[in-house]
């Protein structure tokens, strides 16, 4: 067995302490981190070892295509691809990814690593190799706050395959987002209207709430109010109104011709974008 010298590079300095032995535990439930020395069979007598001359290169690291992970109230385990790009002059023997929420990677509240022990890497130069794994997020088990919505770490690494095992791991290389379902309701009154009349737009903006399990109200919240006519595909946006305490909307518009009224949310950090459905309004 070869022993393996790793230096991993983050934040323009080295960060040997990523690859010690001892491990941090948050808080939900016991999830585990991985460290370096866990993940590539690292020994405390290679990380004294002098540091290889060169390191494998991570160029890309791509979690769900690039969509954010959504999860509501109900939402069991949900298995997402992850997939990370590296280099290095001997090729690549293994890559590692993981989603980890917290301020520093010592100290955190959630954490998902990857199923695989090792991830499928295929070659697509002598030096390149384009690597995947899957990571599951149980929303059930441990998204259990709601304070976990938002953006998450991710850590990238791969090892070379070179005599000595050159590691990258690097616990702050990108972020991606976990958000809490979103859901916008939209009605138009009275209907039938006559032309010209008042027409009144209610609707509702709502989002999971991790902690109870239920649809909660997302309250000052700015929303447009958008219609389309009724031989049309395209939405124009008529006004914005702002969210009440309980996440409702309440707003009125004058009856012009037939046509469709919705609500649209561009969503927050924690929370994703959602158009309510057309409600169709016959103006006589």
Same mark, same amino acid.
């Given at each position: 067995?070869?022993?393996?010298?790793?230096?991993?590079? @983050?934040?323009?300095?080295? @960060?040997?302490?990523?690859?010690?032995? %001892?491990?941090?535990?948050?808080?939900?439930?016991?999830?585990?981190?991985?460290?370096?020395?866990?993940?590539?069979?690292?020994?405390?007598?290679?990380?004294?070892?002098?540091?290889?001359?060169?390191?494998?290169? @991570?160029?890309?690291?791509?979690?769900?295509?690039?969509?954010?992970?959504?999860?509501?109230? $109900?939402?069991?385990?949900?298995?997402?691809?992850?997939?990370?790009?590296?280099?290095?002059?001997?090729?690549?023997?293994?890559?590692?990814?993981?989603?980890?929420?917290?301020?520093?990677?010592?100290?955190?509240?959630?954490?998902? %690593? %990857?199923?695989?022990?090792?991830?499928?890497? $295929?070659?697509?130069?002598?030096?390149?190799?384009?690597?995947?794994?899957?990571?599951? @997020?149980?929303?059930?088990?441990?998204?259990?706050?709601?304070?976990?919505?938002?953006?998450?770490?991710? $850590?990238?690494?791969?090892?070379?395959?070179?005599?000595?095992?050159?590691?990258?791991?690097?616990?702050?290389?990108?972020?991606?987002?976990?958000?809490?379902?979103?859901?916008?309701?939209?009605?138009?009154?009275?209907?039938?209207?006559?032309?010209?009349?008042?027409?009144?737009?209610?609707?509702?903006?709502?989002?999971?709430?991790?902690?109870?399990?239920?649809?909660?109200?997302?309250?000052?919240? %700015?929303?447009?109010?958008?219609?389309?006519?009724?031989?049309?595909?395209?939405?124009?946006?008529?006004?914005?109104?702002?969210?009440?305490?309980?996440?409702?909307?309440?707003?009125?518009?004058?009856?012009?011709?037939?046509?469709?009224?919705?609500?649209?949310?561009?969503?927050?950090?924690?929370?994703?974008?959602?158009?309510?459905?057309? +409600?169709?309004? +016959?103006?006589?």
């Amino acid at each position: 067995m070869r022993i393996r010298t790793t230096v991993a590079a @983050v934040s323009g300095g080295l @960060v040997l302490s990523a690859l010690a032995v %001892p491990v941090a535990q948050a808080d939900g439930g016991g999830v585990h981190k991985p460290t370096a020395a866990e993940r590539f069979g690292v020994s405390r007598a290679a990380m004294s070892a002098a540091a290889a001359d060169e390191l494998p290169v @991570v160029s890309k690291v791509t979690v769900n295509g690039g969509k954010s992970i959504v999860a509501g109230t $109900t939402t069991g385990a949900q298995t997402f691809t992850v997939s990370l790009t590296a280099s290095h002059s001997a090729g690549i023997e293994d890559a590692y990814v993981d989603l980890w929420h917290g301020k520093e990677h010592a100290h955190y509240d959630g954490v998902f %690593p %990857p199923n695989e022990q090792n991830a499928t890497c $295929t070659p697509v130069s002598e030096t390149t190799s384009n690597c995947k794994l899957t990571i599951t @997020v149980d929303a059930r088990r441990y998204l259990y706050m709601n304070s976990l919505a938002g953006t998450w770490h991710v $850590t990238a690494a791969a090892i070379a395959a070179d005599e000595v095992g050159s590691v990258y791991w690097n616990d702050f290389y990108g972020t991606h987002r976990i958000q809490r379902a979103s859901k916008l309701t939209a009605n138009a009154s009275p209907e039938p209207v006559k032309k010209g009349k008042t027409i009144t737009v209610t609707g509702k903006l709502t989002r999971a709430n991790w902690e109870t399990r239920k649809y909660t109200g997302y309250s000052t919240q %700015p929303v447009k109010l958008q219609f389309r006519k009724k031989d049309s595909n395209t939405y124009t946006t008529v006004k914005t109104v702002k969210t009440n305490s309980k996440g409702d909307l309440n707003t009125t518009v004058k009856a012009t011709v037939d046509g469709f009224y919705r609500w649209s949310f561009a969503g927050t950090s924690t929370t994703p974008a959602v158009n309510a459905a057309g +409600d169709f309004i +016959d103006v006589k």
